[in-house]
């Protein structure tokens, strides 16, 4: 995983989902650019038995490298991060699954993660992961980003080989393509790596990397393994619970079992906060949380401490 501190909440909810659904033992390794913001979360984390060991790396930028179009965005440097892998990961790691800090594991992953990597191993591809958009070579995206194979991944569920990412030298191309790309790299690191790789990936089943809220919540909770909250509808903003209803309880379960039975709410814009908290009293979706006398409680106090 990589993230910075504004995302160590999201990120121990990821791990603590990834805990709850698997049999084995694992490895966790995360580049940070202040670890000691994570502390508190490490101490947690390393009391479940199912951790073999967990990692962290303070990322330093190497010289010269430019991180473009954050003028605007809510997004950070931090999403850079998966590109330098290599130089922080040890060289023993054979495979290693990169996930966002905005998804859950909501069913067992453990024979996925086996077929996965095996199938992977049988190809010439480095990477596995789920197509996000099939592009015609003439679309905007195909040709700011020198696409030829027609299709676009998500890259916040990412299946490596680590020993083939070393080979084949990736992280020192992808510095490259990062730095011809320059700000036409819109969606920052995914984009990079979507220019250099051009569609020779394998492809991840889509349950791996679920993003489609508008099926039904019993599908969702029986067939997906992991779902991404894709975009601007995060479960931790009032917004977001608006929007996404019931799946919004998948994230916030899990950080109330974390948090003393609280909900997780981060203002973004405050107005905007209270306008939505509006909405969700006025048309009952509030109803659709597990205590809404406490998200009621919860959203005051942190509306307090917000400084937007």
């Known amino acids: 995983m990589c993230f910075d501190a504004n995302y160590n909440i ?5 791990i603590e989902s990834l805990i709850i659904n698997t049999t084995g033992l694992f490895e966790i390794h995360i ?8 502390d508190s979360a490490m101490r947690r984390i390393k009391k479940n038995k199912t951790i073999n060991s967990i990692n962290m790396y303070k990322f330093s930028r190497r010289p010269g490298i430019v991180f473009q179009n954050f003028e ?11 590109l330098f892998i290599e130089d922080y990961l040890p060289k023993n790691i054979n495979n290693i699954l990169y996930i966002d800090p905005d998804v859950v594991c909501i069913n067992n992953i453990d024979k996925y993660y086996d077929s996965i990597f095996d199938e992977l191993s049988k190809t010439e591809f480095v990477i596995s992961a789920k ?11 195909s040709k700011r980003l020198g696409i030829t194979r027609g299709k676009y991944f998500n890259a916040g569920v ?9 080979e084949k030298n990736y992280t020192e191309n992808l510095i490259l393509r990062l730095s011809k790309l320059g700000v036409k790299g819109v969606t920052y690191d995914q984009d ?22 508008s099926l039904p919540l019993n599908t969702i909770l029986e067939e997906v393994v992991i779902y991404h909250f894709l975009g601007k509808k995060k479960p931790w903003t009032v917004k977001g619970v608006y929007d996404l209803g019931s799946l919004s309880n998948i994230y916030q379960k899990i950080h109330r079992k974390l948090h003393n039975k609280n909900y997780h709410i981060k203002h973004v814009y405050k107005p905007d906060s209270v306008k939505n908290f509006i ?28 400084k937007r």
């Open 131 to 141: 197509t996000e958009t099939y592009e015609d070579l003439d679309t905007d995206t």
């Open 279 to 306: 909405k969700l009293l006025f048309t009952l979706r509030i109803l659709v949380l597990k205590s809404p006398g406490k998200y009621f409680f919860n959203f005051v106090t942190s509306l307090k401490k917000s």
């Open 72 to 82: 605007e965005s809510h997004m950070t440097e931090a999403t850079y991060y998966r």
């Open 192 to 213: 990079v790596m979507n220019s250099f790789i051009d569609g020779c990936y394998l492809e991840l089943p889509k349950k791996l990397n679920f993003t489609n809220e």
């Open 31 to 38: 580049i940070h650019n202040s670890p000691e913001s994570f």
């Open 158 to 166: 990412t299946f490596i080989n680590l020993n083939k990412w070393v």
């Open 10 to 14: 999201q990120a121990e909810v990821a």
